[in-house]
């Protein structure tokens, strides 16, 4: 237990649907990223916040929309998505946003587009 | 080509064993990371170092900047040390390598 959750675990969606992830960390962290997992590829860093100021957007189509409405909680919204987008993504925290800083990863969201 | 490479990319092993799992990069770094995945999906985060050796429990990791080398090593391996092991560098951003799948049977 790493003190991230995210829900839902699994999550089968059309590409008309609109649906979101949910991301909870009660560590204190100040920083929470979004990162997406693909078959056989390295992690991809989506985006991040620092204080619930949206502080990197790594080039990610607008068909996903982050929200962080305070420090604990981190919204991922998904609409109109593409069958490659299919993957897992990943939640995590940290005390602070920057350097040296260790990662805490929830269990991930497993996403599957038809 | 990714700039973090890791080695093997598949591992098995009996139980018991020494596994060593290599991670090569290419680029200039502040800290470099490993990472453990396990099927359920949820990541740990093992070691961040950027010197020197760390040691927690029957894990050791190593790293040797002039060579952009790093190496994590179990000893005594276990069934459930069964996972994706993941190594990240700190380069400005995190750079993660593929992984290495490890399995170790009973």
């Known amino acids: 237990e790493t003190g991230v959750t995210q829900t839902p675990r699994h999550l089968v969606m059309g590409m008309t649907n609109k649906k979101s992830l949910k991301c909870e960390q009660h560590?204190?962290?100040?920083?929470m990223y979004w990162y997406k997992q693909s078959a056989k590829k390295p992690l991809e860093l989506m985006f991040v916040y620092s204080l619930e100021e949206r502080v990197e957007n790594n080039s990610v189509p607008s068909r996903f929309s982050p929200e962080c409405p305070n420090s604990s909680h981190l919204f991922l919204h998904l609409h109109t998505l593409q069958p490659e987008d299919s993957a897992l993504y990943l939640c995590a925290s940290s005390p602070r946003q920057g350097f040296g800083e260790k990662l805490f990863f929830g269990s991930g969201t497993q996403l599957s587009v038809l | 080509k990714n700039e973090v490479e890791q080695s093997p990319q598949n591992l098995t092993a009996q139980e018991g064993e020494f596994i060593t799992i290599n991670c090569s990069y290419s680029?200039?770094?502040?800290?470099l990371h490993w990472l453990q995945q396990h099927p359920g999906g949820g990541i740990v985060s093992l070691f961040m170092l950027s010197s020197g050796k760390k040691k927690h429990g029957r894990l050791i990791a190593t790293i040797n900047i002039q060579e952009k080398h790093s190496s994590l090593h179990i000893t005594a391996s276990h069934p459930r040390d069964s996972a994706v092991y993941i190594c990240?560098?700190?380069?400005?951003?995190?750079?993660f390598g593929t992984g290495t799948r490890l399995q170790v049977f009973p």
């Open positions: 990240a560098v700190r380069s400005g951003k995190l750079i």
């Open positions: 560590l204190g962290h100040n920083a």
């Open positions: 680029v200039g770094i502040s800290a």
